[in-house]
Protein backbone atom coordinates (compact mmCIF):
# COMPACT_ATOMS: atom_id res chain seq x y z
CA UNK A 1 0.00 0.00 0.00
CA UNK A 2 1.36 3.21 -0.74
CA UNK A 3 1.79 5.96 2.08
CA UNK A 4 -1.62 8.16 1.75
CA UNK A 5 -3.57 4.68 1.81
CA UNK A 6 -2.15 3.57 4.64
CA UNK A 7 -3.57 5.21 8.35
CA UNK A 8 -0.20 5.99 11.03
CA UNK A 9 -2.97 5.17 14.00
CA UNK A 10 -3.29 1.76 14.94
CA UNK A 11 -5.78 0.06 17.92
CA UNK A 12 -3.79 -2.30 19.85
CA UNK A 13 -6.29 -4.26 21.98
CA UNK A 14 -5.24 -6.00 25.23
CA UNK A 15 -7.04 -8.23 27.28
CA UNK A 16 -5.87 -9.58 30.41
CA UNK A 17 -6.76 -11.75 33.70
CA UNK A 18 -5.37 -10.90 37.06
CA UNK A 19 -4.92 -13.25 39.96
CA UNK A 20 -5.08 -10.78 42.89
CA UNK A 21 -3.65 -12.30 45.80
CA UNK A 22 -2.70 -9.49 47.98
CA UNK A 23 -5.85 -7.33 48.28
CA UNK A 24 -5.24 -4.91 50.47
CA UNK A 25 -1.73 -4.00 48.90
CA UNK A 26 -3.75 -3.31 45.82
CA UNK A 27 -5.62 -0.83 47.69
CA UNK A 28 -3.05 0.39 49.69
CA UNK A 29 -0.84 1.02 46.55
CA UNK A 30 -3.95 2.74 44.50
CA UNK A 31 -4.24 5.14 47.48
CA UNK A 32 -0.56 6.13 47.45
CA UNK A 33 -0.72 6.83 43.76
CA UNK A 34 -3.91 8.76 44.13
CA UNK A 35 -2.02 10.84 46.99
CA UNK A 36 0.96 11.50 45.14
CA UNK A 37 -0.89 13.13 42.13
CA UNK A 38 -0.90 16.71 42.69
CA UNK A 39 -2.80 17.55 39.79
CA UNK A 40 -5.99 15.67 40.91
CA UNK A 41 -8.70 18.07 42.12
CA UNK A 42 -10.36 17.21 45.01
CA UNK A 43 -13.75 16.23 44.25
CA UNK A 44 -11.83 13.55 41.68
CA UNK A 45 -9.44 12.82 44.48
CA UNK A 46 -12.29 11.79 47.49
CA UNK A 47 -14.03 9.70 44.83
CA UNK A 48 -11.35 7.88 43.94
CA UNK A 49 -10.52 7.25 47.18
CA UNK A 50 -13.44 5.66 48.00
CA UNK A 51 -13.66 3.35 44.59
CA UNK A 52 -10.24 2.23 44.89
CA UNK A 53 -11.46 1.07 48.85
CA UNK A 54 -14.32 -0.61 47.84
CA UNK A 55 -13.15 -2.54 44.62
CA UNK A 56 -10.16 -3.83 44.52
CA UNK A 57 -10.68 -4.16 40.50
CA UNK A 58 -11.05 -0.31 40.39
CA UNK A 59 -7.69 0.07 42.55
CA UNK A 60 -5.83 -2.65 40.03
CA UNK A 61 -7.31 0.06 36.79
CA UNK A 62 -5.95 3.28 39.05
CA UNK A 63 -2.27 1.38 39.08
CA UNK A 64 -2.54 -0.03 35.59
CA UNK A 65 -1.35 3.05 33.05
CA UNK A 66 -1.58 2.29 29.40
CA UNK A 67 1.17 4.76 29.30
CA UNK A 68 3.56 2.99 30.56
CA UNK A 69 2.59 -0.11 28.41
CA UNK A 70 3.79 1.94 25.35
CA UNK A 71 6.17 4.67 26.90
CA UNK A 72 9.46 2.87 25.65
CA UNK A 73 8.24 1.88 22.87
CA UNK A 74 10.49 4.13 20.00
CA UNK A 75 8.70 5.71 17.20
CA UNK A 76 5.01 5.18 18.82
CA UNK A 77 3.12 8.22 20.76
CA UNK A 78 -0.22 7.43 22.41
CA UNK A 79 -2.95 9.52 21.11
CA UNK A 80 -5.65 8.02 23.46
CA UNK A 81 -6.59 5.31 25.88
CA UNK A 82 -9.41 3.68 27.75
CA UNK A 83 -9.05 0.83 29.86
CA UNK A 84 -11.67 -0.93 32.90
CA UNK A 85 -11.79 -3.33 34.75
CA UNK A 86 -14.29 -6.18 36.66
CA UNK A 87 -14.10 -9.02 38.57
CA UNK A 88 -14.86 -11.90 36.74
CA UNK A 89 -15.50 -15.40 36.99
CA UNK A 90 -12.38 -17.29 35.78
CA UNK A 91 -12.04 -20.88 34.85
CA UNK A 92 -9.28 -21.61 31.93
CA UNK A 93 -11.06 -25.18 31.30
CA UNK A 94 -14.00 -24.30 30.52
CA UNK A 95 -15.00 -25.14 26.89
CA UNK A 96 -16.25 -21.57 26.42
CA UNK A 97 -13.00 -19.76 27.93
CA UNK A 98 -10.95 -18.57 25.01
CA UNK A 99 -9.21 -14.63 25.36
CA UNK A 100 -8.71 -15.44 21.28
CA UNK A 101 -12.30 -16.42 20.43
CA UNK A 102 -12.93 -12.88 18.29
CA UNK A 103 -9.44 -13.31 16.72
CA UNK A 104 -10.14 -17.03 14.82
CA UNK A 105 -11.66 -16.81 11.30
CA UNK A 106 -14.26 -19.36 10.26
CA UNK A 107 -11.22 -21.65 9.57
CA UNK A 108 -9.68 -21.68 12.73
CA UNK A 109 -6.90 -20.02 11.84
CA UNK A 110 -6.02 -16.54 13.47
Do not use: C
Not at 61 to 69: C, M, Q, S
Amino acid sequence: MSTPETSRFVRLRVELVLEIQDADGITKAALRRIADDGEMPAAERTHGEAAVTEDTAEALAYLVDPFDLVSQVPGVELQQASWSSERIDYDPDAPNWDLDEDDVDDDGDN
